[in-house]
């Protein structure tokens, strides 16, 4: 059981955790904490992406179609895969690591919109 969730931390880009919540409290649920506050932010980011390019485009009914299957994605990876594989720790474990996917890929989304926004 150990060796699943040893892979499941391997697998999850924790580098977005590593940067939203250096300096933290050093117990998980200072670590929940931050993960949240990291994936409100880079929801707001998002939707603020989101809606320029819609503004912009005109192909909106194509972007909003894509934007609803990288949705789609998120939640089957995170709540769906990760979340399985994370059930087999205890306490508010699952919950992070279910976050910290949430997080790693939303802020991966942003900076893909980004640079349709550069373009």
Do not use: H
């Not at 892979?7 to 117990?27: H, I, K, R």
């Not at 909003?64 to 474990?93: F, H, M, P, T």
């Amino acid at each position: 059981m150990k060796k699943i969730i040893a892979l499941v931390f391997l697998l999850l880009p924790l580098s977005s955790f590593a940067e939203a919540c250096v300096g933290g409290g050093g117990n998980v649920y200072d670590d929940l904490s931050c993960v949240n506050s990291g994936l409100d932010k880079s929801k707001k980011e998002l939707n603020a992406i989101y809606q320029k390019i819609y503004a912009s485009t005109q192909y909106k009914n194509e972007f909003e179609q894509s934007q609803k299957a990288w949705l789609n994605y998120r939640e089957k990876q995170c709540n769906g895969y990760i979340a399985a594989e994370a059930s087999q720790s205890q306490g508010v474990g699952p919950g992070l690591i279910t976050k910290d996917c949430l997080l790693a890929i939303t802020r991966q989304r942003v900076d893909y919109l980004k640079t349709l926004l550069e373009k």
